[in-house]
């Protein structure tokens, strides 16, 4: 491997390596685990891509975003997720956040549970 050449573990660390995104991986992982394919930053090529969680079974895309997708992203993120909901004819949802804390942690979390029905796989 070159110097320069990053794995793939190294360029998702650095995409989404905020603590927040960690935290809703982790919780989302345990209770799901065994009774829901979820898969974790599942790249879709039309041009790149890649939401922090994709649920196949519910063709959901979600996507967390925090502080860092302000200003001129955010015009090309919506319009990379409208093609994905176009195109590929997924469901996507946008949970922002302002700042890591476990008040919005807990935030996102209900929100995730409303879209995927969560509870429902604790029995």
């Known amino acids: 491997m070159t110097k320069n050449k990053k794995t793939r573990e190294q360029i998702q660390e650095q995409m989404h390596g905020s603590n927040m995104h960690r935290r809703i991986f982790e919780e989302v992982g345990r209770i799901a685990?065994?009774?829901?394919?979820?898969?974790?930053?599942?790249?879709?090529?039309?041009?790149?891509?890649?939401?922090?969680?994709?649920f196949p079974r519910q063709r959901l895309a979600i996507y967390i975003?925090?502080?860092?997708?302000?200003?001129?992203?955010?015009?090309?993120?919506?319009?990379?997720?409208?093609?994905?909901e176009s195109k590929r004819k997924l469901n996507?949802?946008?949970?922002?956040?302002?700042?890591?804390?476990?008040?919005?942690?807990?935030?996102?979390?209900?929100?995730i549970q409303k879209l995927i029905?969560?509870?429902?796989?604790?029995?």
């Open 92 to 111: 996507v949802a946008v949970l922002k956040y302002d700042s890591d804390t476990d008040g919005e942690f807990q935030r996102l979390m209900a929100e």
């Open 33 to 54: 685990s065994g009774n829901m394919p979820v898969y974790f930053d599942r790249e879709f090529i039309l041009e790149m891509t890649i939401p922090d969680l994709y």
């Open 65 to 84: 975003d925090g502080p860092v997708h302000r200003g001129k992203q955010v015009e090309k993120d919506e319009e990379l997720r409208t093609m994905l």
């Open 117 to 123: 029905d969560i509870e429902d796989l604790r029995k």
